[in-house]
């Protein structure tokens, strides 16, 4: 899809074309959580307010409900970008992670690319948009994460769900509870954001000083370490295993005099940037239970991580 523009220059005076425009925030929010993509999601909604201005007044006076109609539309082309999405991924360069946004206080000014507000100000950071929920929502069906998403993230009713996924209500329902199971397998006790914060300031600290004992302490027995480069950059082609692994490979990949890692808000929950020569150059996300970290996601795509471009708020250590 291409970047159109969302409105006509005129749509301050018409209190339709506002009312519209003031959907976007929640069409980002829902397209954002279907696609794992902010700017797929983007993409997405911009496509969708195109339609709606490609329709002649008439027509648009026509539509009962215009936020109905926009969500059934968003909904629409994300099931599309969700179904050619399994091609695409087939051909992507080692793993897939879902792109990593900044907490809206770090966001760089001018982030956002559209004239209005950043999308930080756009996207809510919750727990269904943590790392671990999005990854849980790419091991769905096309159809089962847009089900899901509409219903029990956003509380659509199923039949309106049906309209959009082209369905009946009673295959959505089943739909979404396939759905809830497995994010109900995948889910752990969610730590408190204090103490996921300090574990993740003991595995800056010992990452830094190349203390792999106090590393291996962190991590799970079984933690799961996941690189994104989409083979543009270099990264992990597999998944890294193990603590002794996992605490070995970051030991020996850390330049001091040049890398400063810093502490940041990483979807919602604490996370790291690594910044080299003051660009940001990586991210990670954590997912941590029982006071150990199960999981890593390191993104280093820097198609994925333009959210992170410009002046960082975040402390530097």
């Known amino acids: ?13 018409d209190p339709m074309s506002s009312a519209l425009t003031g959907e976007r925030r929640r069409l980002i929010n829902l397209a954002y959580r279907m696609l794992g993509s902010l700017a797929e999601a983007e993409d997405v909604v911009q496509e969708t307010y195109a339609r709606w201005y490609a329709m002649t007044r008439r027509q648009q006076e026509a539509v ?9 539309v968003a909904g629409r082309i994300c099931l599309d970008v969700l179904r050619s999405a399994k091609t695409r991924r087939e051909r992507y360069v080692g793993e897939w992670v879902p792109e990593p946004l900044p907490a809206r206080t770090e966001w760089p000014a001018g982030a956002g690319d ?42 659509y009713s199923f039949s309106e769900v ?3 996924v082209g369905r009946t209500p009673a295959a959505c329902r089943q739909l979404a509870s396939s759905a809830r199971r497995r994010v109900d397998a995948a889910r752990a006790p969610l730590a408190p954001t204090a103490q996921q914060a300090r574990v993740v300031r003991k595995f800056r600290l010992a990452w830094q000083a190349k203390d792999v004992g106090a590393l291996i302490g962190l991590l799970d027995p079984d933690a799961t370490a996941v690189g994104d480069g989409g083979g543009i950059v270099t990264a992990l082609v597999h998944p890294i295993e193990g603590a002794e692994q ?46 150990r970290i199960r999981r890593i996601w390191a993104v280093l795509n820097p198609e994925k991580l ?8 975040a402390r530097a250590w």
């Open 64 to 72: 009962a409900s215009p936020a109905g109609w926009l969500t059934k």
């Open 1 to 13: 899809m291409t970047s159109h523009s969302t409105a006509p220059p005129d749509c301050r005076l």
């Open 114 to 155: 559209d004239g209005t507000a950043d999308p930080a100000d756009r996207v809510t950071l919750d727990e269904s948009v943590s790392m671990a929920f999005l990854v849980v929502l790419e091991a769905m069906t096309p159809a089962e994460r847009v089900a899901f998403v509409l219903h029990d993230v956003f509380r």
């Open 246 to 291: 996992i605490a070995r490979f970051f030991a020996d990949r850390v330049r001091p005099d040049r890398l400063a890692v810093r502490e940041c808000t990483v979807n919602g929950q604490p996370g790291l940037a690594a910044h080299l020569d003051g660009a940001v150059l990586s991210v990670y996300a954590f997912d941590i239970a029982d006071g």
């Open 306 to 313: 333009r959210p992170w471009r410009g002046p960082r708020r």
């Open 162 to 164: 049906a309209d959009i």
